[in-house]
């Protein structure tokens, strides 16, 4: 028992240190992590209960600040720091538009690292001009943002994973179960 208790307290405070927020704040959305959509739901922050974390008066809650770890989360802390098909290029289809993050891109410092200046000037709703991705759209997946990820530019800033998918000369913020995978990129 006292080495379960070891064992969750190291992973507790490495994903502390990891994550972004560092609040112990209780957040009460189901653990969905929504807090990065705000343009592409058809509803109000108040109506939807969507939205950032300063409207609700306090920090964002993570994974570890909400006190209620899941088995995914554990598992990207002890997944291999490296896998052998994480490097290969794969392309990706939209499949729920409304999981698109089109406004992390505007330097706040609550928003993601991105790999690239250039990658986040075309990276959002304020550059797209009226451009939307639809369903259906392909693009190459060319960055990934985890949650609690010790390299900060690979951190995501909810506790979902983004993909960075660019699209035509655009890059989208989408949540990774907002596309589908259609494999290697050849």
Known sequence: ???????????????VEGCSSGSSMHQDDGGFGNE????M?????????????LERGGARA???????????????LLSPANPSNENA????????PNQVYDCINLGRRID???PDEKMRAQGGRSQWGDWVPLSGMEGQVVHKWIPCHRDITRRSHVDRTILLVKIEDR????AESGVLDLGPDL
Not at 41 to 53: A, K
Not at 89 to 96: A, N, Q, Y
Request: aromatic share 8%.
């Open 41 to 53: 739901t058809t509803y109000t922050n108040r109506q939807s209960g969507i939205g950032g974390s």
């Open 62 to 76: 993570s994974v570890v600040s909400s006190g209620k770890p899941s088995l995914a989360s554990l598992a990207v």
């Open 36 to 39: 990065g959509v705000y343009a």
């Open 1 to 15: 028992k006292k080495a379960a208790m070891r064992l969750w307290t190291r992973v507790r405070k490495r994903c």
């Open 112 to 114: 993601v690292v991105w």
């Open 89 to 96: 290029p794969h392309r990706v289809r939209v499949v729920d």
């Open 171 to 174: 890059y989208v913020p989408i």
